[in-house]
């Protein structure tokens, strides 16, 4: 008799319509996850849990940066499906949701009401976010604060707050009509230096004596372009072995910061401003 070690492992019975929930699921999963800045790994990794947690013999995830191509396989019967992505921004929140999600369906019981339970706290996932004028305050006071750690005074410091806050509450404005995210930025670098540049000609006209660190409300002002986040994702992707989306999202940083410079370079040539920092 053949030994038990060679014999194939039968899942339990699910039907047809029960693996394409459980696909949707997975896949619903891996796209809320890639949307609000997860990691590859993370991604592939929550997606073959939830889906082995569901009933199925194994999950099969390929990313790319703007689309997730899954499959899930159930004794030689597999579904596939594929859905684009969307960016939504950062929100760790969500992430860690979806976390505690995959976690509950691991130590669940499996019956037949575990599907319909992961498929409503899926649906009632907590999206809410700080109020936007409050996030722009805080934005512009770390903006501010960097200007006073790197010798600006405290008018120097209440400019770069201005500017951050003013900059920030553009960037969540433009963002809620779904503008593309490049032109997002580059109004955004705009509107910062814009209103940061108001300390060269504080000093010039003699208002308010800033010595020579007028250039430091511009500088401290655009931080909040800084895309540190997408860094880090395209920098542990490609360590990871996930090359494609370390690649793509490295080209989307810096895009970012390209179109930072130009908003930038707008306002400065616009205010007439020969030289920033000399």
């Not at 903006?143 to 201005?162: H, M, Q, R």
């Amino acid at each position: 008799m053949p030994s038990s070690e060679n014999t194939p492992r039968r899942l339990p019975y699910i039907s047809h319509e029960e693996q394409q929930r459980i696909t949707r699921l997975c896949v619903r999963c891996a796209l809320l996850f890639m949307q609000y800045g997860g990691e590859s790994a993370v991604v592939v990794d929550l997606t073959k849990r939830l889906g082995v947690a569901l009933g199925v013999g194994g999950v099969e995830c390929a990313l790319s940066f703007n689309a997730v191509t899954l499959t899930t396989l159930y004794n030689g019967r597999c579904i596939t499906t594929a859905r684009n992505t969307v960016h939504q921004g950062i929100n760790v929140s969500i992430l860690v949701q979806i976390q505690q999600i995959v976690l509950y369906a691991e130590s669940a019981t499996k019956d037949d009401a575990l599907i319909d339970d992961i498929e409503s706290r899926f649906d009632d996932i907590n999206r809410t976010t700080y109020p936007n004028n409050l996030m722009s305050l805080f934005v512009g006071l770390s903006c501010a604060c960097f200007a006073y750690l790197n010798g600006g005074n405290l008018i120097i410091s209440a400019i770069t707050l201005v500017a951050g806050f003013c900059a920030m509450r553009m960037r969540v404005y433009l963002s809620a009509h779904h503008f593309n995210p490049f032109v997002v930025v580059i109004i955004t670098a705009f509107v910062a230096t814009l209103l940061g540049a108001t300390a060269y000609f504080l000093d010039s006209s003699q208002i308010v004596a800033l010595g020579h660190h007028a250039d430091i409300a511009v500088a401290a002002s655009v931080l909040l372009l800084v895309p540190s986040f997408p860094i880090i994702n395209a920098l542990s992707d490609m360590l990871k072995g996930y090359i494609n989306m370390g690649v793509g999202r490295w080209m989307f940083a810096t895009m970012l910061t390209l179109s930072a410079c130009v908003g930038i370079v707008i306002a400065l040539i616009l205010l007439q401003i020969p030289h920033w920092g000399l």
